[in-house]
């Protein structure tokens, strides 16, 4: 009982420092200020330069949280290839499996960081035309493999 006691009194005055001296605090006064006022914006979570266009990403979510947006003016990344949509991502049904992130063609065949993340991706950094151009070595039933979830998304439903 004593026990009891002492790590309720203890807890108590950890609390009562935190609220009144501001004692142990991570959040500057400044962040929470702007937090509270709504001015810290979220950061991005699709690396729209680096993105593709190839909708697998919307394909492979089992909550459909993403939706390929159209772009307002298309860009032609090789010849018969021309990237006219982007992901866009809805945090309220992102479950946080990261099937769009492991199935992106940019982070599957060329090992670069993905193009899509239910996290914040940071900023990515890449030259599409001279990746495009370049040739990948992957073997068939994998190419065969990432290609049926990039293009069927009853592949998902059928699993279950």
């Known amino acids: 009982m004593k026990n009891l006691i002492r790590i309720m009194l203890e807890g108590a005055y950890g609390n ?3 609220i ?3 004692r142990d605090r991570v959040t500057d006064m400044e962040m929470r200020k702007n937090i509270l006022e709504g001015k810290i914006q979220p950061t991005d ?27 307002a003016v298309s860009e032609e990344l090789m010849p ?3 990237k006219s949509q982007v992901p866009k991502l809805n945090s309220e049904k ?4 990261y099937y769009c992130h492991d199935f992106c063609p940019v ?16 900023e990515v950094k890449l030259d599409l035309k001279t990746l495009m151009d370049q040739p990948v070595k992957i073997s068939d039933d994998k190419l065969s493999f990432i290609s049926q979830f990039l293009s069927d998304k009853t592949i998902l439903k059928n699993k279950k």
């Open 16 to 18: 009562f420092k935190r």
């Open 20 to 22: 009144f001296f501001a």
């Open 45 to 71: 979570k699709v690396a729209i330069d680096a993105c593709i266009g190839c909708g697998g990403c919307a394909n492979v979510c089992p909550t459909n949280a993403i939706e390929m947006a159209e772009l």
């Open 80 to 82: 018969g290839w021309t």
């Open 94 to 97: 992102c479950v946080f499996c």
């Open 107 to 122: 982070y599957a065949l060329f090992g670069e960081k993905s193009t899509i993340h239910p996290n914040d991706v940071g």
